[in-house]
């Protein structure tokens, strides 16, 4: 049955809202100007507008995707961070707002030293590309252990046109050429702990276990990465961590027992405590 904009979009709301959708208005929206192929402006210029059996096809299949759980982002192929318009799949964590607030710290930081920059885990490529989209002078790495993940980093940056960063596959610091040095190592890493509760409630339920979960309280991936960084930072060069909002005062201390300076924890923009830097 063909349907107009404006009542598709508020049918679409109500039954978001109803499967638990914490953003059923933003999500019927995202999904109807993906298959629209349209910007948000044209469903509020034409909300009279008639989709085609086609169309209206294709979005009740995206929705029903939506009503099981999936993540908007996976089903339209394509996430925002940092003004980027990123291309993503299951096989990557999707970017998150809040992982904006690791890179604002580390453009705060790559002002005080000159050097290239490291990106740990990289995924998407979301962090190295906006750090290498800010700092055109600069050469910044990302690399992360799956190949589907490295691919997609490769893409997005070719997509963006962004040259000035290079990615590469490996376990964290084993692709490095010897003798190596970096002005900047940042890194989002698997930070949760294996039964916590928050894996099998909402987004997080499709996303890949291995970029998120951590031995050791959450804790074995940063540790090993603090402990590493030391051989692959230039003199005063910092380490940036994004973290669990628990996890601050742990990560501080892991960082002190291994000879790191000047560290601080920020918060990311709900108020929680979830980036520690430190200089070594």
């Known amino acids: 049955m063909s349907m107009s904009i404006e009542a598709l979009v508020a ?44 169309q209206r096809a294709e979005f009740d299949a995206l929705l029903t995707r939506r ?10 192929g394509e996430r925002e961070f940092w003004s980027l318009p990123l291309k993503v799949a299951p096989s ?32 998407t490529g979301a ?19 799956r190949h589907e993940a490295h691919q997609l980093a490769i893409e997005n940056s070719q997509r963006l046109q962004i040259t000035n960063v290079t990615f590469l596959q490996g376990s964290w610091f084993s692709p490095l050429a010897d003798g190596i040095k970096f002005a900047l190592i940042v890194s989002n890493p698997p930070y949760i702990e294996e039964h916590d509760p928050h894996l099998i409630q909402g ?18 991936d940063i540790k090993y990465i603090a402990k590493t960084a030391r051989e692959y930072l230039l003199a005063d060069g910092w380490l940036l ?23 601080t924890t920020e918060q990311d923009y709900a108020g929680n405590d979830r980036v520690t830097i430190a200089r070594f």
């Not at 590309?129 to 252990?145: C, K, Y």
């Not at 601050?248 to 560290?263: N, P």
């Open 11 to 54: 049918l679409a709301k109500t039954r978001l809202a109803e499967s638990g959708s914490d953003s059923p208005s933003l999500d019927a929206t995202v999904l109807l100007c993906h298959v629209l192929q349209k910007p948000r402006s044209y469903l509020l210029t034409w909300p009279e507008k008639m989709l085609t059996p086609e």
């Open 203 to 220: 987004d997080v339920r499709f996303e890949p276990k291995s970029a998120l979960v951590a031995a050791d309280n959450g804790l074995a």
């Open 92 to 123: 990557t964590l999707i970017p998150r707002p809040d992982t904006e607030r690791l890179v604002e710290l580390a453009l705060e930081k790559a002002e005080q030293i000159p050097g290239d920059i490291l990106d740990l885990g990289t995924g």
């Open 67 to 76: 009503l099981s759980g999936e993540p908007v982002a996976y089903i339209i």
């Open 241 to 263: 961590f994004e973290h669990g909002y628990d996890q601050a005062i742990a990560v501080q201390a892991i960082l002190r027992e291994l000879g790191y300076q000047s560290i």
């Open 127 to 145: 962090i190295a590309l906006a750090l290498a989209s800010e700092l055109p002078s600069r050469q910044v790495m990302g690399i992360d252990l």
